[in-house]
């Protein structure tokens, strides 16, 4: 909507004892403080705001696409397997992974975007971007 991003994306690394959520924002140096600012009040909504049935539904729909759409590649398929045996100690099988996904209420998506905002942020950049100040300004507006 507001031409912040030419890309955006957020990833996770899951362990067994841990993991990692991670948000991607590709900008220009004039828009990095807005960009923060809107992927901040994003990421309060989603912990503190109800969540729309269309919103969920459309998330779980792109997830499971995504899984699919992770078998046409070979390595993709590798590294998925291996971190299932990493992580579950066996294979999952697609028809769980799809359940599971559909298992995931709104509460539970409210509850783990609290721990989220709540945990110690981190942000890495590349290039010019925010100082100290500013970080930590946006990083108390995710904690209400």
Same mark, same amino acid.
């Given at each position: 909507?507001?031409?912040?991003?030419?890309?955006?994306?957020?990833?996770?690394?899951?362990?067994?004892?841990?993991?990692?959520?991670?948000?991607?924002?590709?900008?220009?140096?004039?828009?990095?403080?807005?960009?923060?600012?809107? +992927?901040?009040? %994003?990421?309060? !909504?989603?912990?503190? *705001?109800? $969540?729309?049935?269309?919103?969920? /539904?459309? &998330?779980?729909?792109?997830?499971?696409?995504?899984?699919?759409?992770?078998?046409?590649?070979?390595?993709?398929?590798?590294?998925?397997?291996?971190?299932?045996?990493?992580?579950?100690?066996?294979?999952?099988?697609?028809?769980?992974?799809?359940?599971?996904?559909?298992? +995931?209420?709104? %509460?539970?998506? !409210?509850?783990?975007? *609290?721990? $989220?905002?709540?945990?110690?942020? /981190?942000? &890495?950049?590349?290039?010019?971007?925010?100082?100290?100040?500013?970080?930590?300004?946006?990083?108390?507006?995710?904690?209400?």
């Amino acid at each position: 909507k507001r031409g912040l991003a030419y890309s955006l994306y957020t990833f996770i690394t899951a362990y067994q004892d841990g993991g990692l959520f991670g948000i991607y924002a590709g900008t220009g140096s004039g828009k990095v403080s807005e960009l923060l600012n809107v +992927v901040a009040d %994003e990421l309060y !909504r989603a912990a503190n *705001a109800p $969540l729309g049935d269309q919103e969920i /539904t459309r &998330a779980r729909t792109q997830i499971k696409a995504g899984v699919l759409m992770s078998l046409e590649s070979t390595s993709s398929r590798a590294e998925r397997l291996a971190r299932q045996l990493q992580v579950h100690g066996r294979i999952v099988p697609l028809s769980e992974i799809s359940a599971r996904v559909d298992e +995931v209420s709104p %509460e539970d998506l !409210r509850r783990v975007a *609290a721990g $989220l905002v709540a945990s110690s942020l /981190t942000l &890495a950049q590349l290039g010019p971007g925010v100082d100290a100040g500013e970080y930590g300004t946006i990083m108390q507006r995710l904690v209400g």
